[in-house]
């Protein structure tokens, strides 16, 4: 298995730790070999370098393996691209496993002629294609129709959860990225609607990037002392804001399916995300979550009023959400269904 290195931060980093705790690795003799390292330009090369030699020498002393690789867009998708055309060059099968919510930007508008023919050929030629929703499925299917794709979800553990509730009265939690990409911006407007009528909303927002940035906006709202920066968070500070939030937000203005909207699910926790990638496809509106337009203000800050001032409201939106990770996005579920498709590939020998 191929991709970031996993004492890095982020999205992949997460859905491919959760699947090592979850034993996958154990059981289906996984040897994962990192191509990018969070650091320095030199550091960089070197990973990259490593590990498509480390790549191209365990295809070399068996070819039966199968390389599994996990992406998210430009860089990151050429490196993988590269690892996967060594290992079809040795005769390996190769799956290539989509995330990040703006590779459909990359495909689409950022890349030129040849770079477009070069992401069809790397998904038509890979043996399996996983991407993490139906959407993203016929997205793919569009720009590389003769793609084998297949959706497998992100998958999230299920935390035990307190017999007493600790969410602290009108705490919103956002775990992501401090940039206007993740819908900070507008988060931070809508707490500005909200201070009036809801004298206890505050806004904690866990994460990297410009927190300098978010509290000079703040300000300039006059809801400085609303607004918290966490910075980045570990699983066990990240789990222990979950506990303490009352409602989850994440207005992204684009994404792939979040790890940390199923981790807030997971958690039981009422969530509001924008109708981008692959969320429409797991939260139904009103049921397990609530749906807002992405780039809105005022949807967004209704939609928060809404689920602050409901107490029955949050209730049902958090059990409902941790039905629904349970259902379908247990670790149990998700690992299943990779395995399946290990010895699917298998047989295709």
Known sequence: MVGTAL???GGVVAAVSVLREAGLFEREAVRYLPTHVDGGRLA??????????GTLSACLRDRTIIVHAHTSSRASFLRKSLVLLIARAVGCQTILHLHGGLFRQYATQES?????????HTFERSSRVIALSSGWAQFLGEIAPRARVTVVPNAVPLPALPMISRARPGRILFLGRLEPAKGVDELLQALAILAPRFPEAHLALGGEGDGERVRRRAAELGIADRVETLGWMDGVARDAALLESTVFCLPSHAEGLPMAMLEAMAAAKP??????GGIPETIIDH??????PPRAVAPLAAALAEVLGD???REHLGQRARATIEQCYSTAIVTQQLAAIYRELEGAR
């Open 311 to 313: 107490c029955a409201l």
């Open 7 to 9: 004492e890095g931060r």
């Open 271 to 276: 969530v509001v995300v924008t109708s981008v």
């Open 112 to 120: 030129r002629a040849l770079t477009r023919r070069w992401i069809r």
């Open 287 to 292: 049921d397990n979550g609530i749906l807002v």
């Open 44 to 53: 960089k090369v070197a990973r990259a370098i490593s590990g498509a030699c």
